[in-house]
């Protein structure tokens, strides 16, 4: 017999019945493929969300501690300097203060500096005591894979890149934050991100010394 029959004379060819398996497997495999699509762009989402709050949240410390800036040109430990650098393209900052902070009793020396690891960008800080000559040995990664990292001084009407207390012997008035990532993470996928830029500006307490 060319096919399987049943009983009243009714039934299905093999035929058939290879064209039914056919026609649900591809069904399922289109419902996996939807299902698989749906999960990554909720991990990406997540992802993105995750390093959006994560990049707004330095952005915010950053500003408190700038805020809390301590600074008198009679004692030698205090300090406020400012560098840029250029990492293939991308415009960086670092930065070295003497302020407050919730880490730390008393005045804190901070630093803030940028790493490069296989091409990607880090932010990292350390904290230690005002009045240490320690090296920083406690560093931390703070934000990783960043696209930018740039902190400008505003010097009378003018925003400049650098800035040393030990040469003008004061602070300047405000400093911008420009925190720019990119929401993807996949690297596969990172040159197809949009970048995102997270902004503040933080006016230092002028006339605030020690």
Request: net charge negative; charged share 25%.
């Amino acid at each position: 017999m060319n096919g399987i029959v049943r009983r009243g004379g009714l039934g299905f060819t093999i035929i058939e019945l290879m064209i039914a398996i056919a026609i649900m497997s591809i069904v399922l495999a289109a419902l996996y493929s939807s299902f698989l699509l749906a999960d990554r762009a909720l991990v990406q989402a997540g992802e993105s969300s995750f390093k959006l709050q994560e990049s707004r949240a330095f952005v915010d410390t950053l500003k408190r501690e700038l805020e809390a800036v301590r600074y008198s040109r009679d004692n030698s430990f205090c300090v406020f300097k400012l560098n840029d650098r250029d990492f293939h393209g991308r415009q960086t900052s670092s930065l070295t203060m003497t302020t407050t902070t919730p880490l730390m009793k008393g005045l804190a020396k901070i630093n803030y500096s940028i790493e490069e690891r296989g091409g990607n960008l880090f932010i990292t800080k350390s904290v230690v005591s005002a009045f240490s000559q320690e090296a920083d040995e406690n560093r931390m990664d703070l934000v990783e894979e960043i696209e930018s990292f740039t902190l400008q001084a505003k010097y009378q009407d003018t925003w400049v890149k650098t800035w040393d207390s030990a040469l003008s012997e004061n602070t300047p008035d405000e400093v911008k934050i420009t925190l720019t990532i990119r929401m993807k993470s996949n690297k596969d996928e990172a040159s197809f991100a949009e970048p995102f830029s997270v902004f503040e500006t933080a006016k230092l307490m002028v006339g605030r010394t020690l």
